[in-house]
């Protein structure tokens, strides 16, 4: 009986255990009608956006330019700048990840209506509108990093864009999109900003008072509060328009678009006015980075005076590490360059090439403009937790020396800005200390607004917004601590085209290290086969040495569409010159 039971249960499994073998099994995969009544899901696909934003790591690809080299032989950005940048090869390629973001942003925003994003309708509405208020601002910063990397000549001799797209790709479309014009992008551009502005409030903060246009405080404050500090605000979508429009009014873009000077100046000073006009600069905007109390007090997404937009605040050595001299036990990996360090004035302000100056060449360091060393360690500057003094000479005796190993410096410096001196690396004592990435800085907007002030309206003059580029330029090198008055400054204020010269050398060194230059370089039609230098001392004796050649194409100045890309897609026209 009982070898009954067991041949009939046996029989029994074999036939229960055969219909998950004959009919598939059931996928977990989730589709979008799922988000309907999840506002958690159907968030995630907005909030895959934010994932993808560049700014939210470091590139560096300042070793890419005249400003810096790397002592990393595998760096993509080396390789770049060495002559192996094809259109099969592009480290600065934007395409796959800005357009797979707006892809989920134009999914999000065709399905955000269908959504129920609260149980009381209102509420419901209110989250509704600010979450899209957030999509049209994030595809209009995608947009932004795609013209950045990707518009240029095309080899239909127009200047182009990207492919404008603004509803969500399916098996079924039609993914043979040609380039849309660089106008019709930033009208796009402008388009979303505009939108997202009407959707968002300036910035994301508990309201005392009900604003205009709402019926209830306490929702207001669920939806529009303090809850949402650092996502896509309306003021943070203005600065994104401001950005889009230097880089279109630059040199490189101008004549393929209708966006002027004058434009971005009004979008960057109108901003600024919101900040306090010049009296807003930050008193700590050079070493945010290592505000040690500032940095203490920062938590529930609250910014700084000098930050406008970041990622999370988190402990860690990771860029020490990367970065400090081989006796702090770095890696060394980014080297200043000679250009870099000439480009600093002196104290009293002036080019160390002007005459009054006061440069000596045999103490290159002394009576500097402070930021120099500020953001460089020159040879016997101090660092680390016990102020070693690094030697960078050539005959120095450690592996701080240029050259010495793998991990030295290739140009007799070594980066200091962006590190925090009181973490130490000693495997014995090794510690972590608190760091946050900016998104956005004011510096940055100043910046801005003085370039394109300076070319719409002149040095001194203030157009609408009530101060000039000379007066940004003014109080930023007082914070930096150039000697005041400033006879320089004085010199040339009557001169466009030398205040020109001073403002992209003021971003130079303000933003250096920041990602900047690369791109700066190109809207710019500047020369971009500077040679690396540095600064080889022996016996005393400082010798500059070339470091690295520079190995760009005059078409280099705009980006290539991928390879992969142009190759599938035949509407796609591929940049001249790729």
């Not at 899209?132 to 932004?144: C, T």
């Not at 709402?214 to 500090?229: K, M």
């Amino acid at each position: 009986m009982k070898l009954k039971i067991v041949l009939f249960l046996s029989v029994l499994f074999v036939f229960y255990s055969c219909d998950d073998l004959i009919d598939p099994a059931i996928e977990n995969n989730r589709g979008l009608e799922d988000m309907y009544a999840e506002a958690e899901y159907a968030q995630g696909i907005l909030l895959n956006a934010y994932t993808r934003l560049p700014g939210n790591s470091w590139s560096f690809n300042d070793v890419a330019t005249d400003d810096a080299v790397t002592n990393n032989i595998s760096s993509n950005y080396l390789k770049v700048a060495t002559g192996q940048w094809t259109s099969n090869f592009n480290p600065l390629d934007q395409w796959s990840n800005s357009r797979a973001a707006i892809q989920y942003l134009n999914i999000f925003l065709s399905e955000a209506g269908k959504v129920q994003w609260a149980k009381d309708e209102k509420v419901s509405l209110l989250f509704r509108d600010r979450l899209m208020g957030e999509a049209y601002g994030l595809r209009a910063l995608y947009m932004y990093y795609l013209l950045q990397a990707h518009a240029g000549t095309a080899t239909n001799d127009q200047l182009l864009g990207v492919p404008i797209l603004l509803e969500p790709e399916t098996a079924s479309s039609n993914y043979n999109v040609g380039r849309s014009s660089f106008e019709d992008c930033m009208k796009q551009l402008y388009s979303d900003v505009k939108k997202a502005t009407e959707l968002l409030p300036l910035d994301f903060e508990d309201a005392s008072t009900l604003p205009p246009g709402y019926d209830n405080l306490s929702d207001y404050n669920r939806v529009f509060g303090q809850y949402a500090r650092q996502r896509m605000s309306s003021r943070i979508a203005q600065v994104v328009r401001a950005q889009a429009a230097l880089l279109a009014a630059s040199p490189a873009f101008s004549a393929g678009n209708t966006t002027t000077w004058e434009v971005a100046a009004k979008y960057a000073g109108e901003l600024l006015n919101l900040n306090g006009g010049v009296s807003g600069i930050a008193s700590n905007g050079l070493n945010w980075y290592s505000d040690v109390e500032e940095l203490k007090a920062m938590g529930a997404g609250i910014n700084p005076p000098e930050i406008l937009w970041r990622g999370d605040i988190a402990d860690s050595n990771t860029l020490e590490s990367d970065n400090f001299p081989p006796t702090l036990f770095g890696k060394g990996r980014v080297n200043p360059t000679q250009n870099l360090v000439d480009s600093f004035p002196m104290a009293n302000g002036y080019p160390i090439t002007a005459a009054g100056s006061n440069y000596d060449a045999a103490k290159p360091y002394d009576n500097r403009d402070p930021r120099l060393k500020k953001f460089i360690l020159v040879n016997q500057s101090t660092a680390g937790v016990s102020n070693t003094v690094i030697t960078t000479a050539s005959d120095g005796t450690t592996n701080d020396a240029l050259n010495k190993v793998g991990t030295s410096t290739r140009t007799g410096y070594y980066m200091r800005k962006l590190l925090r001196q009181d973490v130490n690396l000693n495997p014995t004592s090794i510690n972590n200390q608190r760091h946050y990435k900016p998104r956005m800085r004011y510096t940055e907007l100043y910046l801005i607004y003085a370039e394109a002030a300076n070319e719409a309206w002149g040095p001194t003059a203030t157009g609408s917004i009530g101060f000039s580029a000379y007066d940004v330029v003014k109080a930023l090198r007082k914070r930096a601590g150039i000697v005041q008055p400033d006879p320089y400054l004085e010199s040339i204020k009557a001169d466009k085209t030398e205040m020109r010269n001073l403002i992209r050398n003021e971003r130079r060194l303000e933003l250096c290290f920041e990602g900047f230059r690369f791109w700066d370089l190109r809207r710019w039609n500047s020369n971009l086969n500077v040679s690396a230098d540095g600064d080889k001392i022996q016996g005393g004796i400082h010798q500059k040495i070339t470091v690295e050649s520079r190995l760009y194409k005059d078409y280099m100045k705009f980006g290539p569409i991928p390879y992969s890309e142009a190759l599938k897609f035949n509407a796609l026209l591929q940049n001249k010159g790729w």
